[in-house]
C-alpha cells in the first residue's frame, strides 16, 4: 500500500477505491479458492476437485453449457452481423434512433422480457417442456442479441471507407471487399460480442429455469450448492469457471482493438 | 432493391425482437388471464394492481432506491479511483486496473456467490442488515463507471490543472473546479450505467438479499413459479410501464441532442 502514497496527494484519491477492491474483490477470490480445497471441517483437501472431474454429472453440466453457449452465440452472430451491418453502413437517415430501436430491449429487465417470450412460445408450441434444448437457446439469443450487435456496430462504424474504395479500385468484386477486407476488420468487434454472449449464456440459469428447462448449467450447479449450503463444492465450481473465463479472456485480448489498429496500419 | 431487402433483414430482426413485448402490451390492457385466453374486455386492472397490491409496490420501490443509491455510491467510488489512478504510478494503476477488470469479465454468479461465502458466512454479517446487498451492488456497478471515466481523464488536459495552480488555486480547489466538471458526461454515463446493470440484476441480488426483500428481478423469477394469477398478469403491466418509460427516455434524450447540434450548428453559420 505504500506505493499508493506519492508525492502527488492527488494520486491518493484512489485508495478508497483501492481498499474496497481488495475486500470486496480479492479477499472473496481467495476466499474460494481457500473454500474449494478444503472441506467441511476446513481440512485441506482435494476431494471437492476430484469429485468436480470423476463426477459425470458436473462434468455433462459443464459440456452441455459450452454447447449449450456455443450454439447460442453462433444464432446471435448470425443474426447480429448483418443487423449491426445494415445500421452502420446502409446510409439511413436516422441511423441512430435505428439502433436505439434495437438495443432499447436491453433496459427492460430480462425476467420481464423473458416471461413475455415465455407467454408467446407456450401459445407457439403448447408445452414448453418437450422444446428444452431449443427454447434455451430462443431465451439465451432473445436475452442477449443486443450486447451482439452494439460492439459490432461501433467495429463497423469505425471501417474506414476509403479501403473498400481501394479494394474495389484494385479490381476486386463486392464479395472479396467484403471477405478480405470488411470481414478481417470486424474481428474486433466480433470477438468482443462473443465474449460478451458466450460466458453469460454458460451461467445464465435463471433464463433457463424460467423456460421450464430441467438440465443444468453451472450457474444452477452454483444455486443448487447454494441452496444446500455446500459452500466447498460450490466455490470449487466458482474456481472451474473462473478459470474458464480466465482463459477465454487471454484469448480474446489478443484479438482487441489496438490488434485491430495493427492490422489496419499493416 | 438492395435498399428494400436491408429494410425487410431490419424489419424482420425488429419483429422477432418486440412481437412479445407488443403482446404483453396489447394483453396488459385487457381481463385476459393467459395470452391466447379469452379477452372479455378493456380493463385497467392490471396497472392498478401494480399500484394497489403491497408486495408489487414495496418491490418497485426498493428496487429503485437500491439502485439509485448502489449506483450513487459507485459513481463516487469509481470517480474518486480514477481519478487517484489517473495521476498514479504506472504499477500501482495497473494493479487498480486490473483488480477493476475482475467483477467485469467474471461471472455473476461467481461475484454472488464469492461474496457471500465472504460476508455472511465467514464475517457473519447478516442478510437483514442489507449491508452485503449494497456491496454486491456496489461491486457490480463501480468498475463500469471506473471504465466510463478512465477515457474522460485521458482526454484532459494537464496544463489547466497546472495553470490553475500558477493562478493561485489550492490543488483541491482544481481538482474540483478545473478537472471534475470536465469529466461530468462520463460521470453521467458511468451513474446511468450502473442504475442499468443494478437494475437488471439477479445473481448478486439472491445471494446477499433479506429473505423478505425483492428486486423486479426476483420478483418476478419467484412469481412465475407459482400460480398467482393477478401477480402475474400485473407483471405485463410493469415491463409496459418500463417499456414506455424507456422509450420516452430515448425520444426525449434524442430531440435533445438533435436541439443541441442545431444550436451548435447556427453557432457556427
Known amino acids: 500500500m505504500k506505493k499508493l502514497r506519492l508525492r502527488f496527494s492527488r494520486s491518493q484519491l484512489c485508495l478508497p477505491y483501492a481498499v474496497f477492491l481488495i475486500l470486496f474483490v480479492i479477499v472473496p477470490l481467495i476466499v ?97 417442456s418437450d422444446f428444452p434444448f431449443l427454447n434455451s437457446v430462443i431465451g439465451l439469443t432473445y436475452d442477449f442479441l443486443p450486447f451482439m450487435i452494439l460492439p459490432l456496430y461501433t467495429s463497423f462504424l469505425k471501417l474506414d471507407k476509403s479501403l473498400l474504395e481501394a479494394a474495389s479500385d484494385l479490381g476486386a468484386n463486392k464479395f472479396f471487399v467484403f471477405l478480405q477486407v470488411t470481414l478481417p476488420l470486424s474481428v474486433p468487434g466480433i ?41 466447498n463444492r460450490g466455490s470449487m465450481i466458482s474456481i472451474v469457471l473462473l478459470i474458464i473465463i480466465f482463459i477465454v479472456t487471454l484469448v480474446t485480448n489478443r484479438f482487441s482493438d489496438k490488434d485491430g489498429e495493427r492490422r489496419t496500419i499493416l | 432493391m438492395k435498399k428494400a431487402l436491408s429494410c425487410v433483414w431490419l424489419a424482420i430482426v425488429l419483429l422477432l425482437i418486440y412481437i412479445p413485448i407488443i403482446i404483453i402490451a396489447v394483453y396488459s390492457f385487457t381481463d385476459a388471464k393467459m395470452v391466447g385466453g379469452s379477452i372479455g374486455g378493456v380493463s385497467l386492472d392490471n396497472y392498478a394492481t401494480l399500484f394497489k397490491n403491497e408486495g408489487l409496490r414495496d ?42 477488470r475482475v467483477p467485469v469479465v467474471n461471472a455473476d454468479v461467481v461475484t454472488g456467490f464469492s461474496l457471500c461465502v465472504l460476508l455472511i458466512i465467514i464475517l457473519g454479517i ?87 426483500f425483492n428486486t423486479i428481478s426476483t420478483y418476478v423469477y419467484n412469481a412465475t413459479k407459482g400460480n398467482q394469477t393477478e401477480v402475474k398478469t400485473a407483471l405485463w403491466a410493469l415491463s409496459t410501464l418500463i417499456f414506455l418509460i424507456v422509450v420516452i427516455f430515448v425520444v426525449v434524450t434524442n430531440v435533445l441532442s438533435m436541439k443541441k447540434e442545431k444550436n451548435k450548428r447556427e453557432k457556427i453559420s
Open chain 1, 32 to 128: 474460494i479458492l481457500y473454500y474449494a480445497f478444503t472441506n467441511g471441517q476446513g481440512h485441506f483437501t482435494f476431494d471437492n476437485f476430484k469429485s468436480f472431474f470423476t463426477n459425470a454429472n458436473t462434468i455433462g453440466t459443464l459440456l452441455y453449457s459450452l454447447y449449450l453457449a456455443a450454439v447460442t452465440t453462433i444464432i446471435c452472430l448470425l443474426i447480429a452481423y448483418p443487423t449491426a451491418y445494415l445500421l452502420a453502413r446502409s446510409g439511413f437517415k436516422k441511423q441512430y434512433v435505428l439502433l436505439m430501436l434495437f438495443i432499447a430491449p436491453m433496459w427492460i429487465n430480462f425476467t420481464l422480457r423473458i416471461t413475455a417470450l415465455k407467454e408467446v412460445l407456450s401459445v407457439l408450441e403448447g408445452n414448453l
Open chain 1, 191 to 231: 470477438v468482443s460480442g462473443v465474449t460478451m454472449v458466450l460466458l453469460p449464456s454458460m451461467t445464465n440459469c435463471v433464463v433457463l429455469e424460467m423456460l421450464y428447462n430441467k438440465t443444468y448449467i453451472p450457474g444452477s450447479l452454483i444455486d443448487s450448492y447454494f441452496k444446500a449450503f455446500d459452500w
Open chain 2, 59 to 100: 418491490m418497485i420501490i426498493g428496487t429503485v432506491i437500491l439502485a439509485l443509491g448502489s449506483a450513487l455510491i459507485s459513481t463516487i467510488l469509481a470517480t474518486l479511483g480514477a481519478l487517484g489512478a489517473h495521476y498514479s504510478k504506472r504499477v500501482p494503476k495497473a494493479l487498480i486496473d486490473i483488480a477493476n
Open chain 2, 126 to 212: 447478516s442478510k437483514d442488515s442489507y449491508i452485503p446487498l449494497v456491496i454486491g451492488h456496489v461491486v457490480l456497478c463501480t468498475p463500469f463507471v471506473y471504465l466510463s471515466i478512465i477515457p474522460k481523464l485521458k482526454q484532459l488536459d494537464n496544463n489547466l490543472y497546472e495553470a490553475a495552480l500558477d493562478l493561485g488555486a489550492t490543488p483541491a480547489q482544481a481538482l474540483f473546479k478545473i478537472v471534475l466538471p470536465q469529466l461530468i458526461p462520463g460521470i453521467i454515463s458511468g451513474f446511468m450505467l450502473a442504475v442499468t446493470l443494478s437494475l437488471d440484476d439477479y445473481f448478486i441480488t439472491t445471494y446477499t438479499k433479506p429473505a423478505t
